[in-house]
């Protein structure tokens, strides 16, 4: 059966597809710009990047160098991972959609046509079930003849599930109106015939998102995890189903998709704690009606209850990947000062940078990376060092090398540096670390250094490895600031939220995912800037948040500006993705602070419950409030 022409004005049904009669009055009355569903995705800004255009081969490599490299590792694993399937699927399935459609290929029959849109759409499905963002990213880059593959399968097999799932996504809406012109149908029906795959659900918690059904899509992603746990360890299950053999590095790799729910549960939750405050306040909305106390105080415990399940979901969420705040200052200056000594004895009464240091100073980085690589796997299947290991590999570092060269069979050079340690950042929320260096601090902020020369650059290279970094996410800067979002609706004590606001600014100046990413707008970010401009900067934040999370610069110093690495206009200001959740707990933090201050006034003593403590039941003194508790809720 052929489809009719697509004619402005007519009820249209595309063969296999189900389209609501209300979607089909919407596509024919409105004016608007006409695109593919998958082009209204939350956060596709964050995946974009040169990892689009980059060859394959060359993607590959980048895969291989991510996994051999020293801990944390630049970019998530899973992430690149997946990233460098997608783009040999979409690749693949261009191809064949392709030469499907060209009418300068060889003449090929019906059935051959539809065999290779079959095997195309295929490839699609398993690039959507990988990562439905980056998917989305990669088929936009891709020839418009990838848009229709999937309903062109439809038309002969009404039931493929992979052409269900595909075309939900290229399926064509009005621009700004996917909640009013989308049907849960096709996911419904895809989930019913494949009940053990989570991404289906992910996808349709994401479309319930969209349509204001956050409780039923925390449902949903709630069920995905459930689905996805048995099969963490089975990531190559995906790769393998009509796919290229997967490679060391994605065999070795955990599959990213319980990563993806986490942070779309943990958002889904957060968006319902913020959806309950206008019922919590004591002010509801103008020309609303009147709230009485008990649906105020019972909107409270909703705001609370899903803030803290928010709350735990970016905590796990953020446990999935590692920061080291490098070597202390000391053991990089005792490594400095033994460097030096080194190039003295062969420069005697010479002085300056010379080529020639720099070309001694290479060899003992080429030195160093091949006395350390026989420590790799070690390093690698370990757990997190913390302070006390890292004082152990210190100490053996600095009695072995003494003044001479270390070039014994066994011993390590002493231009060999100790491990820094690792933290996950999970850790540095529930129990930060005491060896830290503080931050904010001017000696981590400090931009001005000598210009670059031979020696500073071979020395740069020398402590590469020893330098502030963190594992790179591309939806990292958006977990951060949630989380700090989550903070202020749970009431934290400013003091403690100031703590976790100094922790989440350390963290991101040093996120960086050039060159597989672009810089990313962050709602979170966005919202929590006017956050602290309208309540006056309550935290007691010194300076601007922009200034505090300013990137970081590189170890060694010098060299020209570094690039903008963030999403921000001309002056450092973040863009307008202000949301209307910023109003809303701004009015959150004015309304508990006008509640404690009334309190205050009629005499009656205010117990605030420090985070840690509020899953235990506080007992308050009597005629008093406990401000900040939390209440108990099914998770």
């Known amino acids: 059966m052929s489809n009719p022409p697509k004619t402005a004005g007519k009820k249209n049904k595309s063969a296999g597809t189900g389209e609501p009669k209300e979607k089909s009055e919407a596509l024919a009355s409105s004016s608007a710009l006409i695109i593919c569903r998958n082009k209204h995705w939350r956060y596709i800004s964050s995946f ?11 993607l590959t490599s980048l895969l291989h160098s991510n996994h051999h490299a020293p801990r944390p590792r630049p970019i998530d694993p899973s992430v690149l991972s997946d990233l460098v399937q997608i783009r040999h699927l979409v690749d693949d399935a261009t191809t064949l959609a392709v030469r499907a459609a060209s009418s300068s290929t060889p003449r090929l ?54 052409a269900k799932y595909v075309h939900f996504f290229h399926e064509k809406i009005p621009s700004r109106m996917l ?72 065999q070795q790799t955990p599959s990213s998709l319980e990563a993806q729910l986490l942070f779309h549960r943990a958002s889904t939750y957060l968006t319902i704690a913020s959806g309950a405050v206008e019922t919590a306040l004591d002010r509801p909305k103008a020309g609303a009606a009147p709230v009485d106390e008990a649906e105020k105080e019972a909107a409270r415990k909703v705001v609370r209850a899903n803030a803290k399940r928010a709350l735990r979901d970016f905590v796990r969420f953020l446990g999935n990947f590692e920061y080291t705040p490098g070597l202390p200052a000391e053991t990089r200056d005792e490594f400095v000062r033994k460097v030096n ?79 820094p340690p690792l933290y996950p950042l999970s850790t540095l929320f529930t129990s930060p670390p005491s060896s830290l260096p503080p931050y904010p601090c001017t000696a981590l902020t400090t931009t001005s250094a000598p210009p670059p020369t031979p020696t500073s650059a ?19 800067t958006d977990a951060l600031h949630s989380l700090l979002l989550c903070h202020v609706l749970l009431s934290t004590p400013p003091k403690e939220l100031l703590r976790h606001a100094h922790m989440v600014a350390r963290l991101a100046r040093v ?61 450092g200001k973040e863009y307008p993705v202000v949301t209307e959740r910023a109003g809303w707990l701004a009015r959150w933090v004015k309304d508990v602070t006008r509640r404690e201050k009334a309190r205050l006034e009629d005499g009656t003593e205010v117990v605030v419950v420090p985070q840690q403590q509020r899953r235990k039941k506080a007992p308050a003194k009597s005629g008093a409030v406990v401000v900040g508790a939390t209440v108990s809720a099914a998770s």
């Open 48 to 58: 974009h990047g040169p990892w689009l255009q980059l060859p394959p081969e060359v």
């Open 179 to 250: 909640a009013k012109c989308t049907s849960l149908a096709p996911l419904d029906d895809v989930i019913a015939e494949r009940p053990g795959e989570g991404a289906p659900l992910r996808t349709r918690a994401v479309t319930k998102a969209f349509k204001d059904d956050h409780v039923s899509a925390a449902a949903d992603l709630t069920a995905a995890l459930n689905v996805c746990k048995p099969a963490r360890h089975g990531h190559d299950v995906v790769v393998a189903r009509g796919g290229a053999a997967a490679t060391e590095e994605q």
């Open 458 to 476: 071979a020395l740069t290279a020398l402590l590469s490895d020893s330098t502030e970094s963190i594992t790179y996410h591309p939806l990292l």
């Open 511 to 571: 996120c960086d995912g050039y060159p597989i990413f672009l810089a990313a707008r962050s709602p979170a970010r966005a919202d929590w800037i006017e956050v602290l401009r309208k309540t006056g900067n309550f935290v007691g934040i010194e300076g601007s948040w922009e200034a505090l999370c300013s990137p970081a610069p590189l170890g060694g110093g010098g060299g020209p500006q570094a690039p903008k690495r963030w999403a921000q206009e001309e002056g």
């Open 341 to 419: 000594e080194e190039l003295g004895r062969g420069r005697g009464s010479e002085t300056g940078n010379t080529e020639k240091d720099a070309k001694k100073l290479l060899e003992m980085f080429y030195r160093q990376n091949s006395s350390s690589s026989s420590n790799a796997s070690d390093s690698s299947n370990g757990s997190s060092s913390n302070s006390s290991s890292s004082s152990s590999a210190l100490t053996r570092t600095s009695g072995g090398g003494g003044g001479g060269s270390g070039t014994g069979a066994n011993s390590r050079p002493f231009t060999s540096l100790p491990p």
């Open 109 to 162: 029959s019906r059935e051959r046509k539809h065999r290779m849109r079959e095997l195309a759409t295929q490839k699609l499905s398993r690039a959507y079930h990988l990562d439905e963002i980056a998917a989305s990213v990669a088929t936009m880059q891709s020839a418009s003849s990838l848009e229709d593959v999937a309903s062109l399968v439809l038309q002969r097999n009404p039931d493929d599930p992979d």
